[in-house]
């Protein structure tokens, strides 16, 4: 299997792993980290391309965390450190978790609030950045293995920096992965969105009338099976997806009448308290009104 290395500011590529430890052997140097000045040989070390284009060593995760955190502009004065409280020193280290950055005394505290997730909520880590977040991820499926960002930015840097690299299906030309779609059960890598575009127009025409997109999967296919629910008609690409399409489908469709009928009861209690409110309102004035009359009939 092709092996690929990002070496001062190259992209190079080797035929297996022996050739590969051969260069690393023969090119090896020690640099000082660049957050904390710890030495260390340079492919033991965290690389990273900031936006113009300059390569920067770090010994760890802490060290390359918190220098994007600061390169961020994000960062406050100086606090206690979030994990053990102590004062801070000189030297600092930084996480954001969230849009929030915390500051930390040592690589210890930074690693144990990494590994700690607060209670009711799902805690991601970037495989780039590193940093914790909490939304919707940027997922890459490369070499048998799922990767997880936390921004499109992050994904395309880390895409650059490991050599992520295949032959586009379309222009057969080997560029950046840029996205992987399945054709009638094939996954194809492609370069840009131009020719994801491309190679949909040529395989509809292929296809012609019969060419469908999934409504399960997504892929697009020749049309297996179509189902009609509710006056739409679905197409899928096999039985499979089908079952599976209605299998949630009957999900929903059971909690609909139970979610609006809650909804129901809440407008119809409110509609009830405000009638009672007013009706209250109005209540009192009518007796205030017909007491000052009784009053003044008296005195007369």
Not at 268 to 280: G, N, S, V, Y
Request: proline residues 2%; glycine residues 6%; charged residues 25%.
């Amino acid at each position: 299997m092709l092996q690929y290395l990002y070496h001062e500011g190259q992209q190079r590529r080797f035929c297996n792993t022996g050739c590969l430890n051969m260069f690393k052997k023969k090119n090896t140097k020690v640099l000082p980290c660049a957050w904390c000045n710890t030495l260390g040989k340079n492919f033991d070390m965290i690389a990273n391309v900031d936006t113009s284009g300059k390569m920067d060593f770090f010994c760890s995760l802490c060290c390359i965390t918190s220098y994007k955190v600061k390169q961020s502009g994000t960062i406050g004065p100086k606090t206690k450190c979030k994990f053990c409280k102590k004062t801070l020193s000189d030297s600092l280290y930084y996480n954001m978790a969230d849009r929030v950055v915390h500051q930390f005394c040592s690589p210890n505290c930074w690693t144990n609030f990494q590994q700690s997730s607060p209670e009711g909520s799902i805690q991601l880590n970037c495989t780039y950045c590193h940093n914790i977040f909490s939304g919707k991820p940027e997922i890459l499926d490369w070499q048998g293995s799922v990767r997880q960002f936390c921004c499109k930015v992050c994904c395309e840097d880390y895409k650059r920096l490991h050599g992520v690299v295949s032959v586009c299906e379309y222009c057969k030309q080997e560029k950046i992965l840029h996205e992987k779609i399945k054709f009638s059960g094939v996954e194809k890598n492609f370069c840009s969105e131009g020719c994801v575009l491309l190679y949909k127009q040529d395989f509809t025409k292929k296809l012609g009338l019969c060419c469908i997109t999934c409504a399960y999967c997504s892929q697009t296919c020749r049309r297996g099976v179509t189902k009609e629910l509710d006056g739409n008609t679905w197409d899928f690409c096999g039985e499979e997806c089908k079952s599976k399409y209605l299998l949630w489908y009957f999900k929903v469709s059971r909690r609909l009448p139970i979610k609006f009928g809650l909804l129901a009861l809440a407008f119809a209690l409110t509609i009830l308290f405000c009638f009672l409110f007013h009706f209250r309102s109005w209540a009192r004035r009518k007796f205030n009104t017909c007491r000052r009359e009784l009053v003044f009939f008296l005195r007369s």
